[in-house]
């Protein structure tokens, strides 16, 4: 259900930005702008579906914390 | 080219600076220094004016706005290479902002909710104001700083209540210089988070001006923090402020004005969310903005999407909970912004005035060669 509700505000989005991308043929803008939402789909997939995930900052902060 | 005025430009400084160590800045201080947490503020103001200088140095002798003035001064390679580690950097601002803003909620104001619903609610009007442009984002921040900012310092002097006990900030000897060292450190860290005047500085009407309204964000900044550190002490020791999550909030909590004034904690939560969506907006439009420098996109606007559900995701992902989220505040943010907020822009001040000084000699050599 939450996975549907993501992949239809990324359909969202996609169809209010590409289409303006497209039209005025910003190729490069287009491609930066696919990079940038295949980061944001893979992070929501780590969250959805608990894949493993490099986080240095919590490793970080678990070394850090006081016993 | 958006337009900010320079009345625009101190608000969006003052929220930027201000918001998160109003929040956090009493408990960490009094977890290192306990009652002589102040004194670290007081202890700043060197490193802050500093700081100050070198923005106002790179914004003047510059002429393309952050990270552009990287590839301007360090070269276009260099300069995209250590730019793209700032989008990050910037990202990792309105990452930080957004939990702070949710645990702040969860642990006070509404536990129990769902965090995802919370990162919505506030995710949603700065995805907005930054689809519209600088100009709707400046206009709402100087509204939000000029209603907010004074409500939050009287809601801060009504934690003067009969429980007050001044002596709680003595003895004012026996402290560790070591400890004072580090609070210096953690609040100068917190003042670097003023290196987006270097992003949006070139934006203002007179940007020669600006060093004036640097300097008044400057001071009060120290104003606010040092009355958020002293009060949550002063009114209820030390110990007691190092282990509260948010002692302000508690200050609020406890506010009784002669039974007449109190229960005005709601008043504080409707403080501190437009304050949590002003450093979320802005910080987030210079992530976008640093972007498109980067990658040399035609418009920042783009990237808006996408970041608004990376940002969500990960302030979910990075942070599992308070108790790490303050060990990065205090340890690990600290270092990220001393050095790239702090220490590449104080390197990037020889660099330049190296070039400036090498471009008057060969001027000065080709007036002094005689004319053939």
Known sequence: MFTALFFLLVALLVAIDVPDLRRQKLNKDLAVYTIFML??????????????????????????QSP | ????????LFCI?????????????????????????????????????????????????????????????????????IGFVYIWAFFLVVVMSLVLFANFFLSNVLPGMPISILLIFIILPAFYALRTGLEATARVVELIVLTAYPLAMLLLLFGLGPETDWSRLLPLGHFDMAALGNGVWLVSSYISLMVVVLTLGPFCHQPRLLWRWMLAVFGMFLFSTLA???????????????????????????????????????????????????????????????????????????????????????????????????????????????????????????????????RQDSDSKKKAAPPK
């Open chain 2, 13 to 81: 400084l003052l929220v930027t600076l201000a918001v998160t160590p109003y929040q956090v800045m009493a408990k960490m201080l009094a977890m290192i220094l306990a009652q002589h947490g102040w004194m670290a503020i007081l202890g700043s103001v060197l490193p802050g004016l500093l700081l100050v200088w070198i923005y106002y140095y790179l914004l003047t002798n510059s002429s393309r706005p952050f990270p552009g003035m990287l590839e301007e001064h360090l070269g276009p390679v260099l300069g995209k290479i």
């Open chain 2, 228 to 358: 958020a550190v002293i009060i949550p002490i002063v009114a209820y020791g030390p110990v007691l402020t190092s282990i509260q999550t948010f002692p302000i909030f508690n200050i609020a909590r406890a506010t009784d004005v002669a039974n007449f004034i109190h229960n005005i904690e709601i008043i504080m939560v409707s403080v501190v969310m437009p304050g949590v969506f002003s450093i979320l907006a802005i910080f987030w439009f210079v992530t976008c903005y640093s972007a498109q420098q980067v990658f040399g996109l035609q418009d920042y606007r783009i990237l808006v999407g996408p970041t608004a559900i990376m940002a969500g995701v990960s302030a979910v992902l990075l942070v599992p909970n308070i108790h790490f989220l303050y060990i990065m505040l205090q340890q690990i943010f600290p270092w990220i912004f001393i050095i790239l907020f702090a220490i590449l822009p104080a390197f990037m001040v020889p660099v330049i005035w190296l070039k400036l000084r090498r």
């Open chain 1, 39 to 64: 980061a944001a789909i893979y992070l929501a997939m780590v969250q959805f579906y608990h894949w493993p995930f490099f986080n240095p900052l919590l490793m970080a902060a678990m070394r850090m």
């Open chain 2, 1 to 8: 080219m958006a337009r900010l005025t320079n009345i625009q």
